[in-house]
């Protein structure tokens, strides 16, 4: 492979509380260190569609997830397969759904829950889990930190050419507490530092870096609509590539595409966006 990237996905953090909150992400964006764009997300703006055309590069009306009741092993090639088609090993820390639309379907919470299978033809090293019993008043995240040491582990002991990491927490607290109150304020700054020491390390060992949302939450803490609140988040960029002006709004399905030429990886025929990383 060219070259090692990492992308992390923060659920449900809409653009302004990325800009007003993530004071490590910021303060990397003014010494130099990140570049950050606004991204739009593909409608509807309802997490699993947008997870499933993260990594396809087509809309939900092309890969076929309506919403998080429609999920399904998709048929579209995706990063993990086009990554493991030139040899790379990938690795995923996320929800299981992630598991369900690049792996298998169903969830199989014994088998699936944490797997090492050298000769995938997607997901090499995944550690997942499900939310079960989620809801309002019991939210049933894990620990963001240790999701973050569990990316950091499978790329020391895999050598993982391609990570993604994915966390539900800021999504969930949005649902709850909504977005004007110190329970959101808090949550943001407390992501923000758990996240900030592993930006340098993984930085160290290699990886370019890609921290974004699927999707934004208005102020009712409401997605999956065409809201500028719910469509709208902030993608941040540690790494050497070029890119486009900062006033650029870049297309949620322009990332499968960047994230495969960054690495050397064929892009599928189905990727059809721009990308918006070059050099
Ligand atoms: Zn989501």
Not at 86 to 108: I, K, L, M, Q
Request: hydrophobic share 35%; charged share 20%; proline share 5%.
């Amino acid at each position: 492979m060219d070259r090692k990237l990492l992308l992390i996905i923060l659920d449900g953090v809409p653009w302004r509380n990325f800009r007003r909150l993530f004071g490590n992400l910021e303060g990397w964006v003014d010494s130099g260190e990140a570049r950050v764009w606004k991204l739009r997300s593909v409608l509807p703006s309802t997490s699993a569609s947008c997870y499933a055309s993260i990594h396809t590069g087509v809309v939900p009306a092309e890969h076929g997830c309506t919403g998080n009741g429609n999920v399904f092993r998709l048929r579209h090639k995706d990063v993990f397969s086009q990554m493991r088609d030139a040899g790379g090993v990938t690795g995923a820390v996320a929800h299981s759904y992630w598991s369900e639309f690049f792996n298998r379907h169903p969830f199989d919470h014994v088998r699936d829950v944490e797997y090492d299978e050298p000769d995938s033809a997607t997901i090499n090293h995944g550690r997942f889990h499900s939310m079960t019993g989620y809801g309002h008043a019991n939210q049933m995240t894990p620990c963001d930190l240790d999701l973050f040491a569990s990316l950091t582990n499978l790329c020391l002991r895999f050598g993982l050419d391609y990570g993604m990491l994915h966390s539900c927490t800021l999504d969930c607290m949005g649902h709850r507490f909504h977005h004007d109150c110190h329970e959101m304020d808090h949550a943001c700054f407390v992501m923000d530092e758990m996240l900030a020491p592993f930006i340098p390390r993984w930085r160290q060992m290699g990886y370019e870096v890609i921290v974004t949302a699927d999707h934004g939450q208005d102020a009712r803490g409401h997605h999956g609509g065409r809201d500028p609140l719910q469509q709208e988040t902030a993608l941040y960029y540690f790494g050497d590539a070029n890119g486009p002006e900062p006033d650029t709004v870049i297309d949620q399905l322009e990332l499968a595409p960047t994230i495969l030429t960054r690495l050397g990886a064929p892009v599928a025929e189905t990727m059809r966006a721009k990308t918006f990383l070059s050099g």
